[in-house]
């Protein structure tokens, strides 16, 4: 078996959905309508919220950020999805593989910390309101937000350097779709113990941190809400929170359902299946969501259909 580092490795072949040679047109169908349903929705979101003065607050300011981390995800594994599908398979390079495993991890780390943001958001909204304004400041909303992407991009950077030093066995066939994390690292001859170890630890503060943090924050909210003595202050408070717990669920139930499941090669079609939920599905979803649930996004539209 010839052993080759990442310097000579040749074109990484991805096997798409050849188990599903009868589905083909319903992926392609898939891959086509959703992302332009997530690129027209997010921009729409980014739109809305940068030019109407009645949604310039910290939530909607977290929510075009969101919207840029789905462009994100949509835009950087889509576009070779489509010719890996038309062509019943795909090459591409070794670098250009690890630039979409980069940018797409980048933008699900962000994700992770993003949603704690936000948790946190809602909570001073709910349970500090009257200090709200001054503590959520867009100075305060500008430095978070850059944490999480600082914060995002050193994180996968670790885990890049550590792939790339790795060494693979030809033939370099992935089962899958677009350059993933796991099926990439199982490609490896190395010993891969350090970076599978590594990826562990980093994923308590990446996933399981903000996990915990948005459930204390959420177990706040919860108790201030209940001492609220009126329905209609309670179903307000918890009308305000359902679009991001729902986005909550979604995202990290995809994750969770991908990564928790056994590694075994009988499974790796149950989680292309799944990955497309969190690479196609779900940013289409979180702009939807967040329209059909807030009436004041529901006016702006409204505004700009009228005009």
Request: include cysteine.
């Amino acid at each position: 078996m010839n052993t080759i580092n990442q310097t000579i490795v040749p074109d990484i072949r991805l096997l798409g959905f050849q188990d599903f040679p009868n589905y083909k047109a319903l992926f392609l169908l898939l891959i086509i309508i959703f992302p332009i349903v997530t690129v027209y929705g997010n921009i729409l979101i980014i739109w809305l919220v940068t030019t109407n003065s009645s949604l310039q607050s910290p939530m909607y300011f977290f929510l075009t950020q969101l919207s840029v981390s789905d462009l994100l995800v949509t835009t950087s594994i889509v576009p070779n999805t489509l010719y890996v599908i038309c062509n019943e398979g795909g090459t591409m390079s070794f670098s250009a593989c690890i630039i979409q495993l980069y940018v797409f991890s980048c933008s699900e780390v962000f994700e992770f910390f993003l949603l704690s943001v936000m948790a946190y958001d809602r909570y001073l909204a709910i349970c500090n309101p009257l200090r709200y304004i001054s503590i959520m400041n867009p100075v305060l909303c500008i430095k978070l937000v850059i944490i999480c992407w600082l914060l995002s991009f050193s994180v996968e950077l670790i885990v890049i350097i550590s792939i790339v030093q790795l060494q693979f066995c030809g033939p370099i066939v992935i089962d899958h779709f677009f350059c993933d994390y796991v099926p990439l690292v199982e490609l490896s001859c190395s010993n891969t113990i350090f970076i599978e170890v590594e990826n562990l630890i980093l994923c308590v503060p990446c996933s399981l941190t903000p996990l915990i943090i948005i459930v204390v924050f959420y177990v706040y909210i919860v108790r201030a809400a209940v001492k609220i003595s009126s329905t209609s202050g309670s179903s307000k408070v918890f009308s305000t929170c359902s679009s991001h717990l729902t986005v909550v669920f979604i995202f990290y139930g995809t994750l969770l359902g991908i990564y928790m499941s056994p590694k075994k090669k009988k499974s790796f079609t149950v989680n292309k299946i799944s990955s497309l939920l969190y690479t196609v599905v779900t940013p289409m979803i979180n702009p939807i969501i967040y329209s059909l649930r807030n009436e004041d996004i529901k006016k702006a539209v409204k505004t700009i259909l009228v005009k």
